[in-house]
Structure formats: C-alpha cells, structure tokens
C-alpha cells in the first residue's frame, strides 16, 4: 500500500484503501475469532441458550431480564467492533 497508492488518484486510489480496510477486517477476524466465539458461546450458555436466534425468542417472549442480557449483548456488539473497525470503540470497550 505505502508503494502503490502515492501512484494512484481517483477511484483506483479509493479502491485501495477500501482493499485494505477489507484485508485488515480478515486479519482481526482470523485473530479474535476463536476466543471471541468462545466467549460468545459463554455468554449465551449462561443465558440458557445456544444461539442469538433463541436468545431473540426467550427475550421477546419475557422469559429474561434486560439486567441479565445487557452486559451479554454489550460484550457480543463490542467483539464484533473490536474486528470490524475499531475506531468506532474509542477510547477502549467502554465496559
């Protein structure tokens, strides 16, 4: 990229970054993705459910408290920023 893109204006320059960015996501997904699945799967057993869809149910049919599935779910949307871009977890988790 430090190469190629002082050669490049326009839309192949902007093709560029958004091939960088991209490769980028895959790297952090390749290198969180097996303890962030883990944890994951954690958060929902505790929850008494195996996977987001069930969780959706059980929460839509009162059968959970927002006390339990908040820090749940706070964790799971801070896991998928933390891959997908982690300039929007500013200043940290914010746990």
């Not at 097996?34 to 059968?63: N, Q, S």
């Not at 959970?64 to 706070?74: F, K, S, W």
Request: glycine residues 8%; aromatic residues 2%; without cysteine.
């Amino acid at each position: 990229t430090d190469e190629i893109a002082p050669l490049l204006d326009g839309a192949p320059a902007f093709s560029l970054r958004v091939v960088e960015r991209a490769l980028a996501t895959v790297q952090r997904e390749v290198e969180n993705a097996p303890a962030d699945d883990a944890a994951h799967t954690a958060r929902l057993a505790t929850l008494g459910v195996t996977d987001e869809a069930a969780l959706a149910a059980r929460i839509r049919a009162g059968e959970v408290e927002g006390a339990d599935v908040g820090p749940a779910v706070r964790d799971a949307v801070v896991a998928r920023l933390r891959v997908a871009n982690p300039k929007w977890l500013q200043g940290g988790d914010r746990h």
